[in-house]
Antibody, heavy 119, light 107 residues
């Protein structure tokens, strides 16, 4: 069973860069798409972007100028960097993976990690 | 970009009720639509993919239908564990938009 686990600082200062890593266990990161999603407190889900294991990416246009998603296949991990953060970036951040080859729906999710932007 | 709307945004229902949630896309997305259930403090859970395919392990009281721009999620007989927020997501374009969500609460 594929499992995902987010890790990274829970507190980031305004104007700094938020960095999170998602570790995939129980399966290989290769051949699949991997996504980041966030959810501000009390609000809905916002898709941030995805990366294919080969390194190709696609991002939400509203965040594109500040987002970088990368992958490290040797560690079975993928990562999120969000620059120039403000209080509006405070959210629970989830990593997720596609259900299976040929089906892009997000069948596997991490438990989520709360990142607060505050000085 | 493709936008998704959901209706209603809030729904109050009783155990045993039949519940229908609608998701509309701003342009045609074929059947590239998924439904998720999210309970407070938990990650979303995939219920339905490809508009109408039930994810393994999901009770058969959940069903999905539709194609193009209009989709529905139906719960045939609402159970206590179904009180949650439901989101649709389109995967047609390479921007995987979520709908705003529908909260199903106890009447």
């Amino acid at each position: 069973q594929v499992q995902l686990q987010e890790s990274g600082p829970g507190l980031v200062k305004p104007s700094e860069t938020l960095s999170l890593t998602c570790t995939v266990s129980g399966g290989s990161i290769s051949s699949y798409y991997w996504s980041w999603i966030r959810q501000p407190p009390g609000k809905g889900l916002e898709w941030i972007g995805y990366i294919y294991y080969s390194g190709s990416t696609n991002y939400n246009p509203s965040l594109k100028s500040r987002v970088t998603i990368s992958v490290d296949t040797s560690k079975n991990q993928f990562s999120l960097k969000l620059s120039s953060v403000t209080a509006a970036d405070t959210a629970v951040y989830y990593c997720a993976g596609q259900l299976r080859l040929g089906e892009l729906s997000l069948g596997y999710w991490g438990q989520g990690t709360l990142v607060t932007v505050s000085s | 970009d493709i936008q998704l709307t959901q209706s209603p945004s809030f729904l109050s229902a009783s155990v045993g009720d039949r519940v229908t949630i609608t998701c509309r896309a701003s342009q045609g997305i074929s059947s590239y639509l998924a439904w998720y259930q999210q309970k407070p403090g938990k990650a979303p859970k995939l219920l339905i993919y490809a508009a109408s395919t039930l994810q393994s392990g999901v009770p058969s009281r959940f069903s999905g239908s539709g194609s193009g721009t209009e989709f529905t999620l139906t719960i045939s007989s609402l159970q206590p564990e179904d009180f949650a927020t439901y989101y649709c997501q389109q995967l047609n374009s390479y921007i995987f938009t979520f709908g705003p969500g529908t909260k199903v609460d106890i009447k």
